[in-house]
């Protein structure tokens, strides 16, 4: 970030306050929502996995970044999506039923969905490859931070003025942020001034992982913390100190993660992340003594910042940097094909079979993901050059 900060201060500063107002709001709505929705709305797994489902909808419509990026810049479109998804926060505040619920849900997902290939896109556009990794550590550690401050605001403030409080006067303010970050284009002078819509046959492996990667993230997400609060009935102050742990420790690690992969490269950091990931999986289906349960979901968070060395390889192998904006939202789509079936593939097991049914197939997941993570190889040479 110091050498973004030094090429190109406006566009660095951009994604900074940027990506702090879009992480600040969602783990807001993150920490606050699985007790909103139990004790306040009443829902069980099946709904849980349905709602869920749902969330990732807009992730399976990531590749109209692709498009929309030919006619807006990717910071308009930043600006718009945080705007989004303080709008969508403040109607999950207004949330009574399952069906409003629903729709808050959706609308605050569509922002962060389309927030995120246009942010890692720019920072790939304006970086070498070489700082890459590391800069897009620097920048989800930021993330962590913002993240560290809302799981802070929650715990604090949670019991005093209500879930739904919080909801509105964060939404709001997250929505004000956007709206007054949209007439500004800091910085776009030094990016690519063309963007291209392509699917190349070499990428497969990097398609592949992204659908995988997905697959695994979502059967986390959804069931770890419901199944601690769903069969352990941790209070809504237990879930705000595991993010708050979890942000706390990702501001370091996620840094960490990113120096690691610019030393050890994509592969490696990768097949360590999936096979750690298969114990934790496996703890979550066997285990019951909850200390334990909180620090393996601290690791899971830590895991998947390793998740980055997929974007970092599709950056070493582009043909052009101008077909990043496009592939990384074709991720984000391919990331959320199966998140979609998988919670309500999830929430039916669960209600069959027990708790420990999800995570066994998150076991199975892991272990195709870490047997194909072994074909990935960077070229010595890439025709594709930072535009810094």
Do not use: C
Request: a positive charge; glycine letters at 10%; proline letters at 3%.
């Amino acid at each position: 970030m110091r050498e973004l900060l030094h090429r190109n201060r406006g566009l660095a500063v951009y994604l900074i306050l940027a990506n702090f107002a879009m992480y600040f709001g969602f783990r807001v709505w993150q920490a606050l929502f699985n007790n909103f929705a139990v004790e306040t709305i009443g829902v069980g797994p099946a709904e849980i996995g349905g709602i869920q489902a749902v969330r990732e909808v807009p992730g399976l419509l990531g590749f109209m970044v692709g498009f929309l990026v030919l006619a807006l810049t990717e910071t308009r479109l930043m600006a718009l999506s945080i705007a989004v998804l303080g709008a969508g926060i403040a109607l999950t505040g207004w949330a009574s039923t399952v069906s409003t619920l629903l729709l808050g849900t959706l609308v605050m997902s569509v922002g962060f969905h389309f927030f995120t290939p246009a942010s890692n896109a720019v920072l790939l556009m304006a970086v070498e490859k070489r700082a890459a990794p590391k800069t897009l550590g620097q920048l989800q550690s930021l993330g962590a931070v913002a993240a560290l401050l809302a799981t802070g605001m929650v715990f604090l403030l949670a019991n005093r003025v209500g879930y739904r409080h919080l909801f509105w006067g964060v939404g709001a303010a997250a929505a004000l942020v956007g709206l007054g970050l949209l007439p500004f284009r800091f910085g776009e002078e030094g990016l690519p001034p063309q963007r291209q819509v392509r699917v190349r046959k070499r990428y497969w492996l990097y398609y592949a992982l992204a659908f995988l990667l997905g697959s695994r993230r979502h059967i986390f997400t959804t069931f770890a913390i419901f199944l601690l609060v769903k069969k352990y009935g941790i209070p809504v102050q237990t879930t705000a100190l595991l993010f708050l742990a979890n942000s706390l420790v990702n501001t370091y690690a996620y840094q960490w993660i990113g120096k690691l992969v610019s030393r050890l490269g994509e592969r490696t950091v990768l097949s360590v992340g999936f096979a750690l990931l298969i114990f934790v999986f496996l703890g979550y289906a066997y285990l019951s003594y909850l200390p334990l349960l909180y620090a393996l979901f601290v690791v899971d968070n830590v895991i998947f910042g390793t998740s980055m060395a997929n974007s970092t390889y599709l950056q070493k192998i582009a043909v052009s940097e101008e077909e990043l904006t496009s592939n990384l939202s074709l991720q984000q789509t391919l990331n959320h094909i199966s998140a979609v079936v998988i919670p309500v593939i999830g929430g039916t097991i669960w209600a069959l079979f027990g708790s420990k049914a999800p995570f066994l197939m998150g076991v199975g997941i892991v272990t195709l993901s870490l047997t194909l993570v072994q074909f990935m190889r960077i070229p010595k040479e890439n025709p594709v050059g930072a535009n810094s």
